[in-house]
């Protein structure tokens, strides 16, 4: 039994090791993917005046827009200044994103919290929970980042302001691949 419980502590020391190797070589190479998109591919596709190039292969690429960031955030564990600071950001990001007629990508999950014995109450709709005030109700909106994303390169290549700070992404030109090639089996 002693014996089994080696062999198994040691197949999971492995195992993990393994996984700890396989995170490090995903993290740089999603670095590697970075510098290619945004820095190496774009300079080549400028010094070439290329816009999309394909290869015999099947596979292209294509200059487009890269969205990164996220809608400002509120630290829980800052303190009440910083956490009024940034609620205001996010209260005009999301206000920005309704202005620029994304309201209905926001997505609003409204959470409350009670004290015990009150589940009855804990029961009843929101409106009611609203209308007596007895228990602290939140309401957080955001939307997905992939989404924002989306509806910032697209408004930016129609030419539209959008409030990139205010918004917490920011846009750079790169290169994707548009078109892989069939993988020979």
Same mark, same amino acid.
């Given at each position: ?18 996984? +700890? &190797?396989?995170? =490090?070589?995903? $993290? %740089? !190479?999603? /670095?590697?993917?970075?510098? @290619?998109?945004?820095?190496? *591919? ?41 956490? +009024? &600071?940034?609620? =205001?950001?996010? $209260? %005009? !990001?999301? /206000?920005?994103?309704?202005? @620029?007629?994304?309201?209905? *990508? ?57 409030? @990139? ?21």
């Amino acid at each position: 039994m002693a014996a089994s419980i080696a062999q198994g502590l040691e197949e999971l020391h492995q195992a993990e090791k393994l996984v +700890d &190797k396989i995170e =490090a070589e995903l $993290k %740089a !190479a999603n /670095e590697r993917v970075r510098l @290619l998109q945004e820095v190496e *591919l774009p300079r080549l596709f400028d010094d070439a005046e290329e816009f999309e190039v394909a290869l015999p292969n099947g596979l292209k690429g294509k200059r487009t827009l890269i969205v990164h960031g996220t809608l400002p955030k509120v630290d829980e564990k800052a303190d009440f200044e910083t956490q +009024d &600071k940034q609620r =205001a950001a996010r $209260k %005009a !990001a999301i /206000e920005a994103a309704v202005g @620029l007629g994304w309201g209905p *990508l926001i997505k609003c999950t409204v959470s409350s919290q009670f004290d015990k014995g009150d589940a009855e109450k804990a029961r009843r709709l929101y409106e009611e929970l609203r209308g007596d005030n007895s228990a602290k109700v939140d309401l957080k909106e955001d939307i997905h980042p992939q989404t924002l994303f989306a509806q910032v390169r697209r408004a930016v290549e129609e030419g539209k302001r959008v409030p @990139l700070e205010t918004l917490g992404v920011n846009v750079i030109s790169g290169v994707k691949l548009t078109k892989r090639p069939k993988e020979q089996i």
